[in-house]
């Protein structure tokens, strides 16, 4: 597309298409009541606009349905796995790639074996099943982003850096209890933050000065890799692919869901250096997923996955893909609606606390604000606030960071105009956020509450 012109023209014509079903306001206000006003409880059905995530929900391409035809389903050895195997090691050149059905279970077999009580896992900024698998296993997870990844407005390239100091402050008191340092790229729970090749490099630096491993959360690495191009000094004549290969040279290994930037509606892995490591994390594959081959996935699931890491590294579509965001982003600051800034690659944050200050992190604004969006125009949205994040280990709850409502936007799945229509309901839904009530939990889990949890509104 050329550069001279503002409006933004996706890379794809739309060959088949979904119906989507109109709900009057009187019936979506008695769907979320009986969903107990959790918005992963509603039927999908039920919403009109549906950007609780981008994981698994985005369009796959003409190529990938064909590549899906491809797919053998062989226990063992499929040539699904080399063809899956290749295209992961153009990428990111680990000699132990371990495939999953997604990326928590990456996530679950690499803490199992890794970590345990007494342990920490530093990371930018852990999303919600990395922290639960930590913390599963006895670990304590520590997220050290830099200062401004913790406030909504503040404007810097990089908000999901690791904090240096902080991390090798760390590093000097508790280094023999920590197995591996995390970086998350893009920092999901900061606003879908990028991280820059420097902080990456710095980052690799202290690990090496400690003698611990670095691991990426590498589930939006080609979004995060054209932010490099586009905001990092002396990266703009840099290929994408090229990018990647570089931070993945600065890790020891990786985890990795293959529904977000692979554009796949399944799947994930983990990859390794080290030898020992990766014994035991496949004999925990075998026990929990399936063969090393196929590690619970079928093989056209390993195909659509090799045709879609070629695509998302396509710059006509991160150009198209960031540019979106940043069409709903800029939106929302003209109308005064307070956001996370600037925008991140996936999804535009909105700032609940700030809107709703009348709510209380204790009374869940993100919740509040989330629940009113789908009232008012069937948006279903998440919370990334203290619902999510509030509950530590011991039971105990504490406001966290921050309260945000995530739009994530499907990769290749809506218009421009749903997002026009977006920026509609949350302005007006914004206008009127003072009239906006708190909520109670009335039923929770111990872990991960925000996924079946019951709410009720407060007078």
């Known amino acids: 597309m050329s550069e001279r012109y503002r409006t933004i023209i996706e890379p794809f014509r739309i060959h088949s298409v979904e119906p989507l079903r109109f709900l009057s306001d009187r019936e979506r206000r008695t769907k979320i009541r009986d969903a107990g006003y959790n918005l992963f409880n509603l039927h999908a059905d039920d919403v009109l606009i549906d950007l609780l995530t981008d ?195 600065l890790a020891d290994g990786m985890t990795m869901s293959a529904k977000k930037d692979p554009m796949a509606n399944i799947g994930g892995w983990l990859a390794l250096r080290d030898d020992a490591w990766a014994e035991q994390c496949r004999n925990l594959l075998i026990l929990t997923e399936g063969f090393p081959t196929y590690g619970g996935l079928a093989g056209r699931d390993l195909e659509a996955i090799a045709q879609g890491l070629r695509e998302c590294l396509d710059e006509h579509y991160l150009r198209y893909r960031t540019r ?42 993100g919740q509040a604000l989330a629940v009113a969006l789908y009232e008012a125009g069937g948006i279903r949205g998440c919370e990334i606030g203290t619902v999510m994040f509030g509950m530590k280990p011991d039971g105990t709850e504490e406001p966290a960071a921050t309260d945000l409502v995530r739009l994530a936007i499907p990769r290749r799945t809506y218009t421009q105009s749903h997002v026009d229509y977006v920026i509609e309901v949350v302005t007006d839904v914004a206008a009127q956020a003072n009239e906006l009530p708190g909520y109670k939990i009335v039923e929770q889990a111990s872990r991960l509450r925000h996924f079946t949890a019951r709410f009720e509104p407060l007078a």
């Not at 990326?103 to 999303?127: D, M, Q, W, Y």
């Not at 922290?131 to 401004?148: H, M, W």
């Not at 979106?324 to 535009?348: K, Q, T």
Request: net charge negative.
């Open 324 to 365: 979106s965001i940043e069409y709903l982003s800029d939106a929302l600051v003209a109308a005064g609606v307070p956001i996370v800034r600037p925008a991140g690659g996936h999804a535009v944050y909105l700032d609940a606390r700030a809107l709703l200050p009348h709510v209380p992190p204790l009374r869940y604004p």
């Open 55 to 249: 994981s698994g929900t985005g369009a796959m391409s003409r190529d990938q349905w064909a590549a899906v035809q491809h797919g053998d389903e062989s226990y063992a050895g499929s040539p699904s796995w080399f063809v899956f195997l290749g295209a992961v090691q153009e990428l990111f050149p680990f000699p132990h790639v371990i495939p999953t059905h997604q990326g928590r279970a990456a996530e679950k077999i690499l803490f199992s074996a890794i970590a345990g009580p007494g342990n920490i896992v530093p990371n930018n900024t852990h999303f919600d099943t990395t922290r639960a698998n930590v913390e599963f296993t006895g670990a304590e997870a520590v997220d050290l982003v830099i200062p401004e990844g913790r406030d909504p407005a503040a404007l810097h390239p990089f908000k999901g850096n690791m904090d240096l100091e902080a991390l090798e402050k760390l590093l000097v008191e508790r280094a023999a209890d920590i197995p591996v340092v995390f970086v998350t790229v893009t920092n999901n729970s900061g606003g879908g933050q990028p991280v820059s090749l420097e902080n990456l490099r710095s980052v690799r630096s202290l690990c090496d000065r400690f003698g611990v491993p670095l691991f990426l959360d590498a589930c939006r690495f080609a979004e995060n890799a054209w932010f490099i191009k586009t905001r990092e000094a002396g990266q703009d004549g840099r290929d994408v692919p090229d990018i990647v290969r570089e931070m993945a040279s």
